[in-house]
């Protein structure tokens, strides 16, 4: 399989058209394997997959260390296909608490200077804040950034997470390449205002959350419990009524998967990349099974009849529960 590229808006890089979200491999979900997270990682590198998505705060810099080493030890030519889009500005403690964001401009390039570091690079591809930073004018957030570009140490400028009226300031101040966000079958809220106001300004979309955290793998049952140190444990759509009505949803789907022949990720997966050529849904794998099966989405046609039968499926608004708890959904411009 030769892997589709898409480009990230009009003035961002050209990247495969699934990319690869690593965040899982730092303990958001629980426990991961290192040797395995590793090899997910040459795996999909050698699948063509050339955009790795991390955060300074995953792990609190864990992720950034094991992507350098992945990188470190994957042939050359694999490497140097690498681009990597990371996230900077959260604030945590030495228990995982979260404690806010700070996005000041002094801040952003302390924060960029470790995440080369750990990196083991000379520059990253698209940097981002991962929240609009409620004391801090995006204007001067993204002023900073773009002295980065200008110094060599950032190629591209991306946002994550922000509404409408801060992308238009965002990309008023500097050339904006994507927006970061959730966008899934069962998170459309992109599709009223964002979505629109990205395309009107040539901006692309890399959509995290496609399998809305497994909710709609296929392999999440309702009696699964999650560990008190994986974030679902603590996200409404995962419970209890919540969750059993989701996963009807799921079922619904399961049924027009049989028919196609492929499975329940993969069709969601086909979903996302059907929904315009300006988006590039991040695939969270863990392991190089997981690995695969979201790859096969890359082989999945839907025609009109297969959107159609989706969409009655899994209706716009048919989620229960938000996607996140109500702390962290007030942390989110792009939900105002």
Request: net charge negative; proline share 4%; aromatic share 6%.
């Amino acid at each position: 399989m030769t892997m589709p590229t898409r480009n990230l808006g009009t003035t961002g890089p050209q990247v495969s058209a699934l990319g690869l979200g690593c965040m899982g491999m730092s303990g958001m979900y629980g426990d991961s394997d290192r040797a395995e997270s590793i090899a997910t990682i040459h795996a999909a590198l050698e699948a063509g997959v050339t955009l790795l998505d991390t955060g300074d705060f995953y792990g609190m810099g864990h992720n950034e260390l094991l992507i350098s080493e992945a990188l470190r030890t994957a042939p050359a030519a694999r490497r140097e296909n690498a681009l990597i889009s990371v996230k900077f500005g959260a604030q945590r403690g030495p228990d995982g608490a979260w404690h806010g964001y700070d996005a000041r401009p002094a801040a952003v390039k302390t924060w960029a200077a470790y995440s080369l570091q750990r990196l083991g690079v000379d520059h990253i591809d698209v940097y981002r804040p991962a929240r609009l930073d409620p004391n801090v004018p995006i204007e001067e957030t993204v002023g900073a950034i773009a002295e980065l570009v200008e110094e060599g140490y950032v190629r591209h400028i991306g946002l994550s997470e922000v509404g409408a009226e801060t992308i238009r300031r965002a990309a008023a101040t500097a050339p904006i390449a994507d927006l970061q966000i959730e966008y899934a079958l069962i998170s459309r809220g992109p599709e009223r205002e964002i979505l629109p106001t990205l395309r009107e300004l040539g901006i692309a979309v890399t959509a995290y959350g496609v399998l809305a955290r497994g909710l709609i793998s296929g392999h999440v049952s309702a009696d699964r419990g999650f560990d008190a140190g994986d974030f679902r444990a603590h996200t409404p759509r995962f419970q209890g009524e919540n969750l059993r009505h989701n996963l009807t949803l799921v079922e619904s789907l399961r049924k027009i998967a049989e028919q196609k022949g492929v499975s329940v990720a993969q069709i969601v997966i086909a979903w996302a990349l059907s929904r315009g050529e300006d988006i590039v849904p991040l695939i969270g794998a863990r392991t190089r099974e997981r690995l695969a099966e979201a790859l096969g989405a890359l082989e999945v046609t839907l025609d009109a009849a297969d959107l159609a039968a989706i969409e009655t499926a899994v209706p716009a608004d048919a989620a229960a529960g938000e996607r996140y708890a109500p702390a962290q959904m007030a942390m989110l411009d792009s939900e105002r």
